[in-house]
Every structure is written in C-alpha cells, then in structure tokens.
C-alpha cells in the first residue's frame, strides 16, 4: 500500500488529472549559477509554466547525473551553496508561492552531514514537499525514507529500465507522492527517449500502483515532451535547463537574460504537454 497523503503534490497531481494533462515537472540546482539568479529564476518557474519543481541538492560527487547536472552542482558550491541556502532559497519563494510543490533531488550525503531530524525539521518548515534521493535503495527506508513519511514530506523513488517484476514492488513499497520513471538507462541528459518502450513501461507500472508516474531523463524540446505527456502522469526537464544557465554564463549573459531564456523553455515545454492533453 503506497502512502499518499493529502500533500502539495497530490493535489496538485490531482488537479492536473481533473484538467486532462499531464504535469511539467522542471529540475534546476539551487544555487546554480549564484543564489540571487537561482532564486529569480525559481520565483519565475511557476509562471512560465512549471506545476512541480525538483530542486537538486549540490553535491561534490553526483555520480547518477551527466555532466551538464554534474557542472551546476559545481558552480553552485563555487559559488557558496549548501543545504542551509538551498532550505532558505524554499522559504523564500514560499514567501510568495504557497501552492507548487517543491522536491528535494540529490544524494544521502548532505542530508546525513546535517543530521536527519534536524533536516527533516527544517524542510518541513521551509515548505518542502517531497525528497528524491537517488542512491538510497528501499532496503535502507529506515534511514531517511519512513521517517521523512512520518513528517508529513513525500518520499519518492525512481524506477528504470532495469527494474523488474520481481524488484518493482520493494521500489513501490514507501513511495508516495509520484513515482519518477527514468526513460534511458545511464546518467542524466544521455540520449533521447524511445516512447514506445516508455509507454510499454509506464502501463506496466501503472498496473501495480496508483501513484501519478513521472517520466523524465532525455527530454528537451517540446515536441519530446508533448509524446511523453501523452503516456505519462508528468514531464521531468532538467538537463536542458541547466545547460541555458550554463550557456549563459559562458557569454556572461546578465540575470535576467539567464532567467528570461530558462523560463522561455519552461513555456514552451508547458505548451507542448497542454497540446498533449492526457493519455491517462
């Protein structure tokens, strides 16, 4: 039985189903390239277009992410990011949006050098929803996944290519909130997604639970994300996004050109998923 209580996330999904579409999920770095252009372009997300935001965690040694998500999380901790910035960078944009989820994507790390009912604490009171922690497997729930449940925050586990019949049931365990299916196997931004092989594994998830499925890894221009959201409850970008940061770094572009090209993206991808309409 999956918990799923009545979060930002599962409203938001639900009311996304009630409209016939699918989410557009968008994942940034906090503190990518510094805190007050991360911050403008997290404040501008849910505008363009964005209805759930994965915000990465930086971490010296992203080891599931390419290297577009591996820079940004080496220019945020260039530039001074750790966890108590990236928990006050959620307080500030709660500070003007109460409703969009908000997801915490990253690795155990960080979260265990703060101390986890110290961060758990402090998430739940800056206005975190959900936590994505790539490299805790369900035989650690124990660790950070229950507990993060008994707090009333999301937990939410990624599914792949390679996950089985017999393995999918352990990843569904604890889940809550959505389930996150990555369309290739490999690290973040490598190839593209093949839709009918997506498709064929979102039905086969979809039969086992009753969780919204996300789908993301590969995804970059709205046409990719209109098929997507076609089959699937979400669109997860990130990778695209990430790299118009770091495009406009390399011109030394100022903020809110940086920000502008970022939530340009964001518009159109949300375009494409509203001309998809549902395939659920």
Known sequence: MNANPTTRLKIRFDKLRDEGRAALVTFLTAGDP???????ILKQLPTAGADVIEFGMPFTDPMADGPA??????????????MIKTLQMVRDFRAGDHDTPIVLMGYYNPIYCYGVDRFLADALEAGVDGLIVVDLPPETDDELCLPALDAGINFIRLATPTTDDKRLPAVLANTSGFVYYVSIAGITGAGAPDTEKVKVQVERIKAKTDLP??????????DQAQAIAAIADGVVVGSALVNLIRDGIEVDAAADSISANV???VSDLAEGIRAAGSGN
Do not use: E, H, M
């Not at 510094?34 to 403008?40: G, M, P």
């Not at 998500?69 to 750790?82: C, D, E, V, Y």
């Open 34 to 40: 510094d805190y007050a252009t991360s911050l403008k």
């Open 69 to 82: 998500i591996q820079a940004s999380s080496q220019r945020a901790l260039k530039a001074g990011q750790n």
């Open 213 to 222: 499925i996300a789908v993301g890894f590969g995804v970059r221009t709205p």
């Open 263 to 265: 939530t340009g993206l």
